[in-house]
């Protein structure tokens, strides 16, 4: 059985980097695409973007260039990080094997 | 990108009602790339359809998933308590992946 676990700062300033790491057990993260989601308070889901097994990524043009994902086949587990954030980025975030498996989230809080 | 319109955005029912929700499409997509989710409060998107009509594992037999080209519907047949939720489709065919707006099921 899958499981993917979010994690990383809860609280991030304006104008600064978020970055999280979900960590994946009961499979290798070489075997599939990873995303992340996320979701504003009390809104629907957005797409953030997709990892591959071999590293190569596709973004959501709405976020306009600022999201890096990365995977570390070592650790088993693969990244975001969002620069420039703004109060609108707060959210839940989730990383997820789309659709089948997803994290439970994290909540992350962008403060001015 | 693809945009999906769910209707309605609320639905009132009792338990042991069926409950029917839509998923417009504004392109043809293939369906073996559109699921449906269940969220509850303070939970992270359950997934119950993939490919348009397979159930997830655990998923029982009185959820189904229909539909194809940009109309797609998912049908409860008959409500439980647990099933009071909020409802999201998503297409996965194109990117970028996209989600219809939610449909909440509300007790009546």
């Known amino acids: 059985q899958m499981q993917l676990q979010e994690s990383g700062p809860g609280l991030v300033r304006a104008s600064e980097t978020l970055s999280l790491t979900c960590i994946v057990s009961?499979?290798?993260?070489?075997?599939?695409?990873w995303s992340w989601f996320r979701q504003p308070p009390g809104k629907g889901l957005e797409w953030l973007g997709f990892?591959?097994?071999?590293?190569?990524?596709n973004y959501n043009p709405s976020l306009k260039g600022r999201v890096t994902m990365s995977l570390d086949t070592s650790q088993n587990q693969f990244s975001l990080k969002m620069d420039s954030v703004a109060a609108t980025d707060t959210a839940m975030y989730y990383c997820?094997?789309?659709?089948?498996?997803w994290g439970q989230g994290t909540l992350v809080i962008v403060s001015s | 990108e693809i945009v999906l319109t769910q209707s309605p955005g609320t639905l009132s029912l009792s338990p042991g009602d069926r409950a029917t929700v839509s998923c417009r499409v504004s392109?043809?997509?293939?369906?073996?790339?559109v699921a449906w989710y269940q969220q509850k409060p303070g939970q992270a998107p359950r997934l119950l359809m993939y490919?348009?009509?397979t159930r997830a594992t655990g998923i029982p037999d009185r959820f189904s998933g229909s539909g194809s080209g940009t109309d797609f519907t998912l049908t409860i047949s008959r409500l439980e308590p647990e099933d009071f939720a909020v409802y999201y489709c998503?297409?996965?065919?194109?990117?970028?992946?996209?989600f219809g707006q939610g449909t909440r099921l509300d007790v009546k």
């Open positions: 997820a094997r789309n659709p089948y498996d």
């Open positions: 009961g499979d290798s993260v070489t075997n599939y695409h």
């Open positions: 990892i591959s097994y071999s590293g190569g990524t």
């Open positions: 392109q043809t997509v293939n369906p073996s790339f």
């Open positions: 490919g348009t009509s």
């Open positions: 998503q297409q996965y065919a194109r990117s970028p992946i996209t």
